[in-house]
């Protein structure tokens, strides 16, 4: 007879919005043991599972702490309430926690008193809301009125409410019905209880005990600090946004890179202080495709995608908000797992902004074989291979725009744009590796160049700090022969240093912070690196705080006309690296909005 051996959750913390799938092993009647499902209409020996959800609902009200989610609140900020921010984000579970969070807190009541502009109407942001809590005035008694409003949002749950159970003051509200449930906002602060029973498909009735579990209490998913479009061409306005939120000016179209932090990699042991409930992939893919999604970018160039997450989750997902997806996997002949868990490079573009003209795959692996085959002696070719095969790859897209930005003596030309997607993920020690790498796919793009008249956009990962050989190589076109990276080469692969340039006009696009002119650049500025015109970092962990990623563009037909705000250190709370229950990447986006301008005639 079907049996169940063992339910238990990944993660016994949930979060509105994120799904929670139970883990529920079963023992068929020949005895051996499966994680499938067995559903009424495809009953096994006679019998099926049946799964209900109930919310614990206790007659006590309980708020969630807005700083620390899995914490209790124990205070409330009035301020918060008297600005009309929304309640949730009132509440600290100490008298400590509301004064680390204060200097953060405090821009709350600042952005809520500057939100109404001169219509009366509040300012757009291009992307959430701050998370942190409290001002300057504190409820130290929370009273069942306060913590009410948090906890109920007046929506209809998907299943009437139906008490399935009373005693000791609590209330037991049935939810859902099948395997999977997303809590709810109406959920906050309240337990959840899984039920799983076996039942004889016959006479529908159960058989034996029901096996349940209880989660601990559902709370809010943190939302980030918002980031604006800053522009940097001398406009006058902060993110003029369309209704859909898009930058409203119909010639220019934004480019959005962002390394999300494959799963596979984002392990307890490595991330150790980011919680385990913020760590899980159930948690982290929506908190990701909510930011993604959020930017409204018209190009989407993702690093470190899962093969199964591509075409599982952020493929279909995206696609139901307009973009077309494409994706070029790892080569995998030094990867030695599960070739579905496998990481690429994924492009999107929105189908109403651009149409798919030629898509180009590099595998660095393959360049890789023919450099040994020309240029190393038969004896080394072994420990060649061994050191410049990474399974590395590049995704270049050839887009054509739908809208244009030409003048009246070109009214039908057509307007094309070449964007390359990459990440080099080669270990720090393999300098020479590094910069071999990004000099073949400069080459490639040159090839294109020459061929067509087509602006181009490098994006990704490039693992390369600013003033390393690779960026130099990047955005100054060349490297200098006694530059100290040069020093590790024993395949004499760069040789000579004089080969190591290119003609693409590249500039980088974060560069525009120190060269722009308009509002709100002096605080981004602060967040440059004025020697090496790049942002202070892209990626924040307890081990490392740097550069690694860039958006290249080519100056000579493109211009940039604004960028999304950089992050500063203390916009990531006192004591907090990435990824975090806000950030689920160890690095930061990017984004940057161009537009096309003609090229200077030869």
């Known amino acids: 007879m079907l049996s169940v051996l063992r339910v238990h959750l990944p993660s016994d913390i949930p979060i509105v919005g994120c799904e929670l799938t139970p883990y529920v092993l079963l023992r068929r009647p020949d005895k051996t043991v499966t994680t499938d499902d ?18 614990i609902q206790s007659d006590k009200k309980v708020a969630v702490c807005s700083v620390h989610p899995s914490e209790q609140a124990t205070l409330q900020c009035l301020g918060c309430v008297k600005a009309k921010i929304p309640v949730a984000k009132s509440y600290h579970c100490s008298p400590k926690c509301f004064s680390d969070a204060w200097q953060h807190h405090r821009v709350l009541h600042d952005r809520a008193a500057s939100a109404v502009n001169e219509n009366g109407n509040e300012e757009e942001e291009i992307f959430g809301r701050y998370n942190s809590s409290g001002s300057g005035v504190i409820n130290a008694s929370l009273t069942g009125s306060a913590s009410s409003t948090s906890l109920t949002n007046g929506s209809t749950p998907l299943y009437p409410a139906a008490v399935t159970q009373r005693s000791g003051g609590e209330t037991w509200f049935e939810v859902g019905r099948s395997k999977t449930y997303t809590p709810t906002a109406d959920d906050i602060g309240h337990v959840l209880k899984f039920e799983c029973v076996i039942v004889d498909a016959e006479t529908k009735q159960p058989v034996g005990h029901p096996n349940t579990i209880l989660t601990s209490r559902v709370i809010p998913a943190p939302s980030p600090s918002p980031r604006r479009l800053i522009p940097v ?19 220019s179209f934004t480019v959005l890179s962002y390394n999300i ?12 202080y980011c919680p385990s409930w913020a760590l899980s992939w159930p948690y982290r893919r929506q908190n990701l495709l909510r930011e993604i999604v959020g930017y409204r970018a018209d190009i989407v160039c993702l690093q ?8 599982e989750f952020f493929a279909p997902e995206l696609d139901k908000h307009g973009y077309q997806a494409l994706y070029k996997r790892k080569t995998n002949e030094v990867y030695s797992g599960n070739i579905h868990t496998i990481d690429g490079c994924a492009t999107f573009f929105r189908r109403d902004r651009f149409s798919h003209v030629k898509k180009y795959e590099v595998e660095f692996n393959k360049a890789a074989q023919s450099l040994t085959e020309v240029a190393v002696q038969t004896t080394q070719k072994k420990a060649a291979l061994n050191r410049l095969v ?60 020459a061929s067509a008249d087509i602006p181009m956009l490098v994006c990704g990962d490039f693992n390369s700090v600013p003033g390393s050989a690779p960026h130099s190589l990047l955005a100054m076109g060349k490297v200098d022969p006694m530059h100290a990276d040069l020093l590790v080469d024993p395949l004499a692969i760069l040789r000579p240093h004089s080969k190591l340039t290119h003609q693409l006009p590249l500039v980088s696009a974060y560069s525009s912070f120190l060269r722009g002119v308009g509002l709100g650049l002096e605080q981004q500025r602060r967040r440059m690196d004025p020697t090496t015109n790049e942002p202070l970092f892209t990626n924040c962990t307890r081990d490392f705080i740097g ?48 537009r096309c301008v003609p090229r200077p005639r030869r």
């Not at 061409?233 to 369309?242: I, R, V």
Request: with cysteine; hydrophobic share 40%; glycine share 4%.
């Open 547 to 594: 550069t690694l990623d860039y958006i290249l563009y080519t100056a000579d037909s493109l211009t940039v006309e604004s960028l999304l705000e950089l992050l500063d250190e203390d916009s990531l709370r006192k004591d907090t690296a990435l990824p975090s229950p806000e950030w689920s990447s160890d690095h930061i986006a990017l984004l940057a909005e161009f």
């Open 390 to 449: 990474k399974d590395n790859v590049a995704l270049i897209v050839v887009l054509e725009a739908k809208f244009s930005n030409q003048g009246a003596d070109n009214p039908g030309k057509r307007q094309l744009l070449c964007v390359a997607n990459t990440h080099v993920n080669v270990p720090q020690e393999l300098k020479d590796v590094k910069i071999w790498q990004v000099h073949t796919l400069l080459k490639g793009l040159e090839k294109i160049a």
């Open 38 to 55: 067995v559903p009424e209409s495809v009953p096994l020996d006679g019998h099926f599972l049946r799964y209900k959800w109930c919310r």
């Open 233 to 251: 061409s001398g406009a006058d306005m902060l993110g003029n946004l369309q209704s859909d939120g898009r930058v409203s000016s119909s010639g």
């Open 304 to 311: 470190e995608v899962q093969n199964d997450h591509f075409e």
């Open 261 to 272: 932090l494959s799963d596979s990699y984002a392990s307890s042991e490595l991330y150790s």
